[in-house]
T-cell receptor, first 115, second 112 residues
């Protein structure tokens, strides 16, 4: 079956712009989590959605938001981009409502560069 | 609070040599532990996981890990590495909200 699909793979944006990233989880997976990966901070949890509801949220400013649709696809949005938002954004899906406790399946990520 | 410490940021090793990547955790809840591998410009791939039962866990690509509750460790081992094992390896533990907390990663560099 298809894995976790993230689009686009690469993005270049200008400071102050906004961006939307998309994630399609594995079929049947209802939980979608987002992580930001940077060389300095490593993997940091952004948020998790389950059945269209945000179930968990990390320590990121309100410029970072997300949502999940009825087909479990998820989007995350970053408004008023800053240079420090440059990162690899990873989406991970998991079965049921267990979040990460039984392990995630990750997508290949979206590489965002803010200039 | 839950945390993961990966003691080595880089581990150089020659091909066909054994390797151990170290991971220590801190957790106040029932522990689930994971090792993921990340190749350049890719996402994370699950190598193995410990949920319960046998403390020796076997994963893909010949890797295994041992859960040691008394030492709060979950070290990853492979008896003979290959050039293709060169990658970043992440240890992770669940927290009390069911999300995974990741370590800072260990870069395994295999030399011919």
């Amino acid at each position: 079956k298809a894995g976790v699909t993230q689009t686009p793979r690469y993005l270049i944006k200008t400071r102050g712009q906004q961006v939307t990233l998309s994630c399609s989880p594995i079929s049947g997976h209802r939980s979608v989590s987002w992580y930001q990966q940077t060389p300095g901070q490593g993997l940091q949890f952004l948020f998790e959605y389950f059945s269209e509801t945000q179930r968990n949220k990390g320590n990121f400013p309100g410029r970072f938001s997300g949502r999940q649709f009825s087909n479990s696809r998820s989007e995350m949005n970053v408004s008023t981009l800053e240079l420090g938002d440059s990162a690899l954004y990873l989406c991970a899906s998991s079965f049921g409502g267990t979040g990460g406790s039984y392990g995630y399946t990750f997508g290949s990520g979206t590489r965002l560069t803010v200039v | 609070a839950q945390s993961v410490t990966q003691l080595d940021s880089q581990v150089p090793v020659f091909e066909e040599a054994p390797v151990e990547l170290r991971c220590n955790y801190s957790s106040s809840v029932s522990v689930y532990l994971f090792w993921y591998v990340q190749y350049p410009n890719q996402g994370l791939q699950l190598l193995l996981k410990y949920l319960s039962g046998s403390t020796l866990v076997k994963g893909i690509n010949g890797f295994e890990a041992e859960f040691n509750k008394s030492q709060t460790s979950f070290h990853l081992r492979k008896p003979s590495v290959h050039i293709s094992d060169t990658a970043e390896y992440f240890c992770a533990v669940n927290d009390d909200t069911d999300k995974l907390i990741f370590g800072t990663g260990t870069r395994l560099q295999v030399f011919p």
